[in-house]
């Protein structure tokens, strides 16, 4: 999609906010069922965001920090980052090389993922970590490169591959190194509507436990233009997921009476196939966009919960053309069912909204709400809400309203 020249422009940004759902992975409570805090704090942030195009390249940036402090509740003290680059380059008519950069680290709730107006890709095809559970810090990274080549008018080839990696600090948790290899034929059917196949491989291996996961994909892929600004893209087909991890299973009782322990510890093999679908229909604007997607496939799990089939559905809104107004609003839903360590099911409902409104030339006045609601119907405890109201001021250089999100 093409969307507007977005210039680079810095933002720091004061606010004084409030939590509640905090919870760490040691924070229980004397009936030994999850603590949850409630704390009120400040919160400083600032980073630059914008895009720019020269002859046959294309770079967008999208970077933020910020530090979290409550009065009441130091151990939730947070400084938190993320990144988001694309860099597209046309080395020929026929070969176009794109890099795609997310990183970060957080301890409180999720980073908040859909379409970028200044990042020339969707981040939800990246591996950003969307449910965790506990605020504990995380840090995340992905890369990812494509090469396409454009063998004619019609017809165009893709190779790409990703490494990815989310790991925690505590060692209660389980991190995930990984890698993918894809490839896909296009073939443009018509003017605006193009019509293909992929196939992908992916390993994830985790940390502090011995389990690993390879996934084999394929599916038909489908895109459509329905004006300049309107676009449907979507694919369908079926993935094979073999996995490996440690299962504790109970000992007879003779045997157990007999060695003085009541489990033993095995390495369970499965082989599973389940369908692989995704599809977003998508609008941009002048100086905005909004999105629909769904998708059904596999993710490396949450740090809590390993290798899982997951179905996903977002939605959004962003807007930035008003003089003084600018606004963005999201909700997500995930749910997710483990193959690996632990059986069961689980999933979260976000929602965020996000608003600025220019003071005085240059100052802003800003205020976000995110919450989420962790659910589960296997594991009662793992029901909570967490979520975060802020207000305060921002300071970006130019007339238009601040864009913070």
């Known amino acids: 999609m093409a969307g507007s020249q977005i210039t680079f422009r810095p933002f720091v940004t004061v606010a004084g906010i409030y939590t509640t759902g905090l919870a760490g992975v040691s924070a229980t409570n004397a009936q030994g069922l999850l603590a949850s805090t409630a704390a009120c704090g400040i919160s400083i942030a600032g980073g630059v965001s914008g895009a720019h195009t020269w002859r046959g390249t294309h770079l967008g940036l999208d970077y933020r ?42 301890s409180q709730g999720n980073p908040t993922v859909g379409l970028s107006s200044t990042v020339p890709f969707d981040p939800s095809t990246s591996y950003v970590p969307t449910t ?50 894809r490839g896909d034929i296009q073939y443009r059917w018509t003017r605006t509507t193009t019509i293909g196949v992929n196939y992908t491989f992916s390993h994830y291996g985790y940390t502090r436990i011995l389990s690993d996961t390879d996934i084999h994909g394929v599916a038909l892929t489908y895109a459509t233009r329905f004006s300049r600004r309107l676009e449907l893209s979507g694919y369908a087909g079926v993935q094979r997921e073999e996995t490996k991890f440690i299962q504790n299973i109970p000992i007879d ?124 119907s296997n594991f009662s405890n793992y029901n909570r809400l967490y979520y975060q109201v802020s207000l305060g001021v921002g300071f970006a250089p130019g007339e238009l309203p601040l864009r913070v999100w």
């Open 65 to 106: 920090a910020g530090f979290s402090h409550y009065s009441q509740a130091t151990f939730y003290d947070s400084v938190d980052q993320s990144l988001a680059l694309g860099l597209s380059h046309q080395f020929t008519r026929h070969i176009h090389l794109t890099l795609r950069e997310s990183g970060g680290m957080f």
């Open 132 to 181: 965790t559970f506990y605020d504990n810090r995380t840090v995340y990274f992905t890369s990812q490169a494509d090469l396409t080549i454009q063998k004619s008018a019609r017809l165009s080839f893709d190779l790409g591959g990703d490494l990815f990696l989310t790991h925690y600090r505590s060692a209660a948790l389980y991190g995930v190194n990984g890698q993918t290899a």
């Open 253 to 376: 009782p003779a045997i157990a009476s007999l060695l003085g322990i009541s489990q033993g510890t095995i390495l369970t093999h499965q082989i599973q196939h389940s369908p692989n679908l995704a599809g977003r229909l998508s609008r941009t604007f002048q100086h905005g966009v909004v999105y629909l997607s769904g998708a059904e496939g596999i993710t490396p799990g949450n740090g809590l919960f390993l290798t899982s089939k997951m179905k996903t559905a977002m939605a959004g809104y962003g807007y930035t053309g008003l003089k003084r107004w600018s606004l963005n609003t999201s909700v997500s839903y995930n749910s997710g069912f483990s193959v690996g360590n632990i059986a069961g099911n689980y999933g979260t409902i976000a929602g965020a909204f996000n608003m600025s409104h220019p003071i005085v030339r240059s100052m802003n006045l800003v205020a976000t709400y995110t919450a989420y609601q962790y659910r589960s």
